[in-house]
Nanobody
């Protein structure tokens, strides 16, 4: 099984920024879809961003576009999620996920991703 390890979460005040990292044990040079999801307390896990690792084509949830930026470093086998202007509503466990079929779907849906990390907690205080 592919191993995904997230890091970069933490506790920040509203208005702050964080960069989350996801290290993939598998090389990303082949071209895959990597996604970021978040799971707020009491709510469903939702996709926030995805990137095709070779073309760098990106997709964002409507609620996060402009606030979230996804990127990939192929040499480091790492996908990043930059979050700016953090709000208390952004508090959630953030998960990295991989779809190794070679492309991303139009919508970021959890059913399309076969591999998941253990998550990194982001907590935003007022």
């Amino acid at each position: 099984q592919v191993q995904l390890v997230e890091s970069g979460g933490g506790s920040v005040q509203a208005g702050g920024s964080l960069t989350l990292s996801c290290v993939n044990s598998k090389s990303l040079y082949g071209g895959y879809c990597m996604g970021w999801f978040r799971h707020p307390p009491g709510k469903e896990r939702e996709g926030v961003a995805a990137i095709q690792t070779r073309s760098s084509q990106t997709s964002y949830a409507d609620s996060t576009k402009g606030q979230f930026t996804i990127s990939v470093d192929l040499d480091k086998n790492t996908v990043y999620l930059r979050i700016i202007s953090l709000k208390p509503e952004d508090t959630a466990m953030y998960y990295c996920a991989a779809d190794l079929r070679g492309k991303c779907a139009t919508k970021i849906e959890k059913a399309d991703f076969s591999y998941w990390g253990q998550g990194t907690q982001v907590t935003v205080s007022s």
